[in-house]
């Protein structure tokens, strides 16, 4: 039987992000495990201070945890952890999650393909490939009022 304490749920605040929401926090209501709702605030990939000085960059974190803690309001009957970051998504997830000995990962995809894909980077596939735990992915676009995890796995095999 698969066991599960914690539940990382990294998020952007996008609606992209809302179906995965809501699915961890079923599986957290379920089992009983404590939801950690991660963001990133993201950084340049060469020094920070050339493009966004660090000073920007805390302000930025600070404004995102403010975000996440009205985020995490809503979610009231499980419990919640929200970690902040600076730096790159998909490797802050990946530490997130090894830092928290995560059981299970659930986030949204926003599903990019073709040049853009290729642009941007995908933060799922990159997480699904180096996470020590499993990891669901949920498509953006997803229109879900669960019950229970039961009604989703239902749902997505209907």
């Given amino acids: ?4 304490q914690t539940i990382v749920c990294p998020t952007d605040l996008s609606l ?28 340049p990939p060469y ?11 805390a302000v930025l974190a600070t404004e995102m945890k403010r975000e996440l803690s009205l985020l995490a309001e809503r979610v009231n009957d499980v419990p919640v952890e929200l970690i902040v970051e600076i730096g790159d998504p998909g490797a802050g997830i990946v530490h997130v999650a090894g830092e928290t000995h995560a059981d299970l990962i659930v986030m949204g995809t926003h599903g990019r393909t073709g040049v853009v894909r290729m642009l941007m980077g995908s933060v799922a596939e990159y997480v699904v490939r180096n996470a020590p735990c499993p ?10 009022e669960p019950t229970s995890v039961m009604a989703v796995a239902a749902e997505s095999h209907a």
């Fill in 1 to 4: 039987m698969f066991r599960c």
């Fill in 16 to 43: 992209a992000a809302e179906p995965a929401l809501q699915i961890a926090r079923s599986l957290a209501r379920d089992t009983g495990a404590k939801l950690i709702l991660t963001a990133f605030v993201l950084s």
């Fill in 47 to 57: 020094t920070v201070d050339a493009y966004l000085p660090l000073a920007d960059a």
């Fill in 135 to 144: 990891v669901l992915t949920i498509r953006a676009g997803i229109a879900l």
